[in-house]
């Protein structure tokens, strides 16, 4: 399986963005995926999950409320909604397509990763 993310890009504080990352392989609908992400000196860190059927998501406490976690298996692509930007989202968002079809906050659940898109938020 392949993972092309794309959608990143510089936007201020307060602002919206949809990322979206494409998968190559109509298999993928039968796995989890999820989306992490780098900011600048850290590590990385679980953002969002959402099962193979799309039924059951889960979000880090610090984006919950803010972004939305979705999946069209038809076109195999998962999306990323992001809302009320702040300048603590600013990181290289990947993400993940994972071994099982249930939704997983762990990094080790994954097995294919995108590249990465970079999101800039400004003050």
């Known amino acids: 399986v392949q993972l092309q993310a794309s959608g990143g890009g510089l936007v201020q504080a307060g602002g919206s963005l949809r990322l979206s990352c494409a998968a190559s392989k109509r298999t993928s609908s039968n796995n989890g995926m999820a989306w992490f992400r780098r900011a600048p000196g850290k590590e990385r860190q679980f953002v969002a999950s959402?099962?193979?059927?799309?039924?059951?998501?889960d979000y880090a406490d610090s984006v919950k409320g803010r972004f939305t976690i979705s999946r069209d298996n038809a076109k195999n692509t998962l999306y990323l909604d992001m809302n009320n930007l702040e300048t603590e989202d600013t990181a290289v968002y990947y993400c993940a397509h994972g071994l099982r079809p249930y939704a997983s906050r762990s990094s080790s659940e994954y097995r294919y990763w995108g590249q990465g898109t970079l999101v800039t938020v400004s003050s």
């Open positions: 959402i099962s193979w059927r799309g039924s059951d998501t």
